[in-house]
Nanobody, 115 residues
Framework: QVQLVESGGGLVQAGGSLRLSCAAS????????MAWYRQAPGKQREMVAD???????AYADSVKGRFTISRDNAKNTVSLQMNSLKPEEKDVYYCHAHLFKNDYWGKGTQVTVSS
C-alpha cells in the first residue's frame, strides 16, 4: 500500500519560511512526477510546484522565486522550501505522486501564515 506522509507545516509570520517534506512508503518515488498542491477551505486545490523524475521543475506564477521543490530519491522524499510566505498562503498543502495511471495523495499538512 502506497502512503505519502507530509510534515513540516505549522505557524509562521508573514515573510517567514517553512520547509515541507513528503515521505513515501510502499513504492519508490524515483520514476514518479511529484508535486505539491494547496487548498483553502471552499476553494479548488491548486498546483504549487512539481518536479519530474528527471528533475525538471515547474511552479505556479504566484510562488516563482520564493518556493523551491526538490527530491531526494535515495531517501524517497520530496520537499518544498517556502520563503517569504504571505498570509493568503494559509492553506493545507498536499503531496502528490503520479506515474502512468497511478495517482497518490497525502493527507496534507496545515500551513498558517500570520500577518
Amino acid at each position: 500500500q502506497v502512503q505519502l506522509v507530509e510534515s513540516g507545516g505549522g505557524l509562521v509570520q508573514a515573510g517567514g519560511s517553512l520547509r515541507l517534506s513528503c515521505a513515501a512508503s510502499g513504492t519508490i518515488l524515483r520514476g514518479y512526477t511529484m508535486a505539491w498542491y494547496r487548498q483553502a477551505p471552499g476553494k479548488q486545490r491548486e498546483m504549487v510546484a512539481d518536479i519530474s523524475s528527471a528533475g525538471s521543475t515547474a511552479y505556479a506564477d504566484s510562488v516563482k522565486g520564493r518556493f523551491t521543490i526538490s527530491r531526494d530519491n535515495a531517501k524517497n522524499t520530496v520537499s518544498l522550501q517556502m520563503n517569504s510566505l504571505k498570509p493568503e498562503e494559509k492553506d493545507v498543502y498536499y503531496c502528490h505522486a503520479h506515474l502512468f495511471k497511478n495517482d497518490y495523495w497525502g493527507k496534507g499538512t496545515q500551513v498558517t501564515v500570520s500577518s
